[in-house]
C-alpha cells in the first residue's frame, strides 16, 4: 500500500539558512499534519492543513510557515534556522472519511542545523 | 488540554512473556486514543486506535488495548513478546470533542524483548 513520502529524507544546513521540507500524502487523503521530533522527545505538533487550508495550528515557530497545495502535497518552508531546530519531521496523512481519525506518518525528514 | 503520561521510560521482559505498557490521558470530553510504535530512523507506524464501542481493541502485531474510562488509561498489551517487539512505543490522544486534530503524545516507552 502506498504510504506518506517525504522528501528529502536528510538535509544539513547552516545557521541562518533556509529549508524546504516536502509531503506527499497516501493517495486520496485530504488532511496532512507536521509534527517536530527533537532528539529524545516525543513529536510535537506544528500545523495541519485540511482541503489547503490550516485546520490546527500548535507550537509552530513565526519562521517556519507551510502550505498545502491543489494536489494535497504539503511543503514546510523553514527560515532563519537555528541550532535548535535540528530534529525529525514527520509528516502524517489522513482522511475524514472511511479509516476515521488515524494518522499515518512518512519516514520523517532528519534535518541537520550547523 | 489534552495531555498523556506514559509512567514508564523503559520495560523489560523476556521472550514469550506477556508485556505491558502503560498509558494514562486527560482530556476535557472524550478521547480518540491511539498507540503508536518507533524503530531506530524510522517513522511513527500506527498499532491501534480506541475510537468508540468495545474497550478492547486489537492491533497489528498481536497487540491489542483495553480503554478504562474510569481509570484515564489505554494500556498496550501483547500476550508473548518478541524480541523484535523492541522499540519505542508511544500513545498519543486527540480530543474528538475540541475539533482540533493534532495528537498528543505521550514521552514515550523503550520496550527491550531479550532473549
Known amino acids: 500500500a502506498a504510504g506518506v513520502i517525504q522528501s528529502p529524507r536528510h538535509l544539513i544546513k547552516e545557521k541562518r539558512e533556509t529549508a524546504t521540507l516536502k509531503c506527499y500524502p497516501i493517495?486520496?487523503?485530504?488532511?496532512v499534519y507536521w509534527y517536530q521530533q527533537g532528539p529524545g522527545q516525543d513529536p510535537q505538533f506544528l500545523i495541519s492543513f485540511y482541503e489547503k487550508m490550516q485546520s490546527d495550528k500548535g507550537s509552530i515557530p513565526d519562521r517556519f510557515s507551510a502550505q498545502q497545495f491543489s494536489d494535497y502535497h504539503s511543503e514546510l518552508n523553514m527560515s532563519s534556522l537555528e541550532l535548535g531546530d535540528s530534529a525529525l519531521y514527520f509528516c502524517a496523512s489522513s482522511t475524514p472519511s472511511g479509516d476515521q481519525e488515524t494518522q499515518y506518518f512518512g519516514p520523517g525528514t532528519r534535518l541537520l542545523v550547523l | 488540554a489534552q495531555s498523556v503520561a506514559q509512567p514508564e521510560d523503559q520495560v523489560n521482559v523476556a521472550e514469550g512473556n506477556p508485556l505491558t505498557v502503560k498509558c494514562t490521558y486527560s482530556v476535557s470530553g472524550n478521547p480518540y486514543l491511539f498507540w503508536y510504535v518507533q524503530y531506530p530512523n524510522r517513522g511513527l507506524q500506527f498499532l491501534l486506535k480506541y475510537i468508540t464501542g468495545d474497550n478492547l481493541v486489537k492491533g497489528s502485531y498481536g497487540f491489542e488495548a483495553e480503554f478504562n474510562k474510569s481509570q484515564t488509561s489505554f494500556h498496550l498489551k501483547k500476550p508473548s513478546a518478541l524480541v523484535s517487539d523492541s522499540a519505542l512505543y508511544f500513545c498519543a490522544v486527540r480530543d474528538r470533542n475540541t475539533g482540533f486534530q493534532k495528537l498528543v503524545f505521550g514521552t514515550g516507552t523503550r520496550l527491550l524483548v531479550s532473549p
Open positions: 493517495p486520496r487523503h485530504d488532511t
